[in-house]
Each structure stands twice: as structure tokens, then as C-alpha cells.
């Protein structure tokens, strides 16, 4: 069986998980893919399903009832892949925003260089982001600085979800004490990994705005990213016996 497994957590996608899923199954590596949908009135589901034959046993759907969270989807998918034998697991956006062909680079930083968690960086060299207003650049890597003032971290894409994790990580970590379901959960992973003493690198990699579909972002889940910080941080420090490897 293969040993990586990239998550890709969906709500209408249908215009992207198609080709998405084809590029990733062309790469050189045998990368199986887990599609987690929150039950897309679009129909994302439905397209997973019809190019599931194309790809036996490497190619799985879990779909769920309904809109539910970028956090518990990927909990979701760390679950599922917790119970097989994956040694290396990828999260990654449907849209193109992250290109399928670093998830070589993640990978070889993890297998290869023996990090524990690997991230692709929009801000490790440079600012490289392309088909961001000035404003939402500016509020991403100032959010990013933001997060390293408050938790110590010394990672500079805090907010990154282009990521690959040993298993051993996602083993340690308490899943069921995930609290933040936005951007905030993406801080909480990297917090989690960096205070139980993992090696964690970043890799650089160029992020591109989605061309197809719609953003999910939305005022909410910046509060919960901004708010949730602070909440990281205070309960690190009356819980620090649950943050030790």
C-alpha cells in the first residue's frame, strides 16, 4: 500500500476536483487522495464518483451531512487515516491555490530531510502570492506576524494549509481537543506539533488565488483566527502538562 495520503476537504468544488484529482494521480509518486465533502449542493460528490473507477483503491470519498467546517473535515480525514497504514499525510486545497507538484517538495522534507511536519510557505522567501488584492496580502502576512508575537512561534506562514505531517504527529496530538474549525485550526495544528517538540520545516512554494469557485472566507472565521490565538496561548500556559511529548 502506498504511504502517503493527501486530504482534500471540499464544498463546492465542482469545477476544479476533477482536473485536481487528475494531476495529483499523474505525478510520479503513488499518491492516494481523500476527498472529504460536506454534502455540496453542487455536486462535488457526484464528480468524485464518476472518475472513482479511473483509480481503484486510490482514490476515496467521505461525504458528510453537510457544511460543517474546514477543521473537523480535516480531523475527519485524519481519522480515516490513522485507522490504515499511512506513514505521510498531506492536507491541500481543491482550488489550485496550492500546486500539486510541490507536494513532492512537502514530501521529500518529511521522507527524506526527517522533518516531522512540513509546510508550504507563502512567506519563508519573500512574500510569493499571486492574484491577492495588496489588501488581503498585507492582512495574511501581518496576521502571520501577529500569531508569532503571541504564541512564540518562530513559524512565518502560521496560517499555511499546504502541509505534510508524519503520523506520528497527527498520533500525538489530541485530536478530540481540536477546538477552531477556520484558519484558526491551521495556528492550532502548528501550535499543537511545535510545543510537543517536532521538527517542523517550511518550504517555499508559490500560492496562486483560485481561478475557478468561490472563497471561503468570511469575517467569521478571521475573528475566530484573531480571537483564537489568544485562547492558544492562555491555555497553553494553565495547561502545560497536556503540551509535553
Keep these: 500500500m502506498a504511504d502517503c495520503l493527501v486530504i482534500i476537504p471540499t464544498y463546492n468544488e465542482k469545477e476544479n476536483i476533477t482536473r485536481m484529482i487528475r494531476k495529483i494521480m499523474s505525478l510520479d509518486e503513488d499518491y492516494h487522495i481523500l476527498i472529504v465533502d460536506d454534502n455540496s449542493p453542487d455536486g462535488t460528490s457526484d464528480e468524485t464518483k464518476k472518475i472513482m473507477p479511473e483509480h481503484p483503491g486510490r482514490l476515496h470519498l467521505e461525504t458528510r451531512s453537510g ?3 474546514l477543521g473537523t473535515a480535516y480531523v475527519h480525514g485524519f481519522r480515516w487515516a490513522l485507522k490504515r497504514p499511512y506513514k505521510y ?17 512537502l514530501h521529500r522534507a518529511c521522507k527524506v530531510d526527517g522533518y516531522d511536519l512540513s509546510i508550504g510557505s507563502r512567506y519563508i522567501d519573500g512574500v510569493n502570492v499571486v492574484n491577492w488584492p495588496m489588501g488581503r496580502i498585507l492582512m495574511s502576512y501581518f496576521a502571520s506576524t501577529y500569531v ?31 477546538r477552531f474549525t477556520g484558519y484558526a485550526f491551521q495556528i492550532e495544528m502548528k501550535f499543537k506539533a511545535w510545543k510537543l517538540g517536532f521538527k517542523i520545516k517550511e518550504v517555499s512554494i508559490i500560492f496562486t488565488d483560485r481561478t475557478q469557485g468561490s472563497s471561503k472566507m468570511s469575517k467569521g472565521i478571521f475573528k475566530e483566527a484573531v480571537l483564537g490565538v489568544i485562547r492558544l496561548r492562555w491555555d497553553f500556559l494553565i495547561n502545560k502538562k497536556s503540551y509535553q511529548p
Design 67 to 69: 457544511k460543517l467546517g
Design 148 to 178: 508569532r508575537m503571541v504564541t512564540g512561534m518562530g513559524i512565518r506562514d502560521t496560517t499555511a494549509g499546504f502541509k505534510c505531517y508524519r503520523r506520528e504527529v497527527l498520533e500525538a496530538i489530541d485530536l478530540e481537543k481540536i
Design 89 to 105: 499525510i498531506f492536507e491541500m486545497d481543491a482550488d489550485f491555490s496550492h500546486n500539486p507538484e510541490d507536494l513532492k517538495k
